[in-house]
């Protein structure tokens, strides 16, 4: 079992950079799929990132397409974290930002995900 807690969100200006971090107590982190996703106000949530343990194929990075060349996904297995390097802030990137495991490899639906952080707030002002 893993818990986990966000951390890094805030208020930014458009055009400016974030970094988020999801801290893992647990074990067999490096086995975990791990991915971010966001929630803003009124609507659903959405898949942002993720990235599949390394034992599977070498950590490949999966992005929503509106974010790419923009955020980067990153695990630290060592330190049992994953984090979120956002850049370019749009203010449609406000949101609530999710850190999510998976058993499996995880991937793109919330459904494949086993446990969740609380969140962090992300407000992008424009």
């Known amino acids: 079992q893993l818990q986990l807690v966000e951390s890094g969100g805030g208020l930014v200006q458009a055009g400016g950079s974030v970094r988020l971090s999801c801290a893992a107590s647990?074990?067999?982190?490096?086995?975990?799929?791990m991915g971010w996703f966001r929630q803003a106000p009124g609507k659903e949530r959405e898949f942002v990132a993720s990235?599949?343990?390394?034992?599977?194929?070498?950590?490949?990075?999966d992005y929503l397409e509106s974010v790419k060349g923009r955020f980067t996904i990153s695990r630290d297995n060592p330190k049992n974290t994953v984090s979120l390097e956002m850049n370019s802030l749009k203010p449609e990137d406000t949101a609530i930002y999710y850190c999510?495991?998976?058993?499996?490899?995880?991937?793109?639906?919330?459904?494949?995900?086993?446990?969740w952080g609380q969140g962090t707030q992300v407000t992008v002002s424009s």
């Open positions: 999510a495991a998976a058993r499996a490899y995880g991937g793109r639906s919330g459904d494949a995900y086993d446990y």
């Open positions: 647990g074990s067999s982190f490096s086995s975990y799929g």
């Open positions: 990235i599949i343990p390394a034992f599977v194929n070498w950590n490949t990075t």
